[in-house]
């Protein structure tokens, strides 16, 4: 059974909907944007908003379902591609690198959606990706429940947690680092720790010379 082809002009119009939305949320709180203000915006009548979504939360859910299908279906988190992936090499996960290329090619959208506006349907979404790759890397790198300095669940939640909080403060920066060296530097930082040596070993051995 083939599929029914949507005319072009119900995409032109949903296009213009759904960017005029985005564009609006950069400026100002979801809850004060008006069906009226988003048909204006988008240069279509607002009948014809009502022809395509029945409120403004319909259309925002679109958005964000489409988003999270298009960085889902990129990022493209496999067990085969972790399974053959050395963490001790100088370079991240691709996977993790395309996650930080597709935030900065939607970085309008993201920042509307996560920043100007933190809408918990993005970052519930959001969250469940990373956590997808998180789990699956530390599985990977350390199989072993004794050789973790806390239950593995929560060290998950912990990195999964910190991730998302670091993506939205590079968002809110506009974008200080490349998207290679985002990668980079967090998948360091849940491997290794902030610190190159322990720094409590370093502070008792100088305790000790000084004695």
């Known amino acids: 059974m083939t599929k029914q082809k949507i005319d072009p002009r119900v995409i032109r119009t949903r296009r213009l909907l759904k960017q005029a939305l985005i564009e609006l949320m950069e400026e100002q709180a979801f809850e004060e944007i008006k069906v009226q203000d988003i048909s204006d915006r988008a240069t279509v009548k607002r009948v014809t908003f009502y022809l395509h979504y029945k409120d403004k939360n319909e259309l925002m859910v679109q958005c964000i379902d489409e988003i999270l299908s298009d960085l889902r279906e990129k990022v493209s988190v496999k067990i085969s591609l972790l399974d053959n992936f050395d963490y001790l090499e100088e370079y991240p996960h691709p996977s993790f690198v395309q996650l930080f290329q597709h935030i900065a090619d939607n970085f309008s959208f993201y920042k509307a959606f996560l920043v100007t506006n933190r809408i918990p349907y993005l970052a519930s979404g959001l969250l469940e990706i990373i956590h997808e790759f998180v789990s699956e890397g530390i599985n990977q790198i350390e199989p072993s429940e004794q050789n973790l300095t806390a239950k593995r669940d929560l060290i998950i939640k912990y990195v999964e947690s910190a991730f998302l909080e670091v993506i939205i403060w590079w968002i809110k920066n ?28 370093n502070r008792d051995e100088s305790l000790t010379e000084n004695e």
């Open 174 to 201: 506009n974008l200080p680092y490349s998207e290679h060296e985002m990668a980079f530097q967090l998948m360091n930082l849940s491997i290794k720790g902030p610190y190159k040596h322990n720094p409590l070993k």
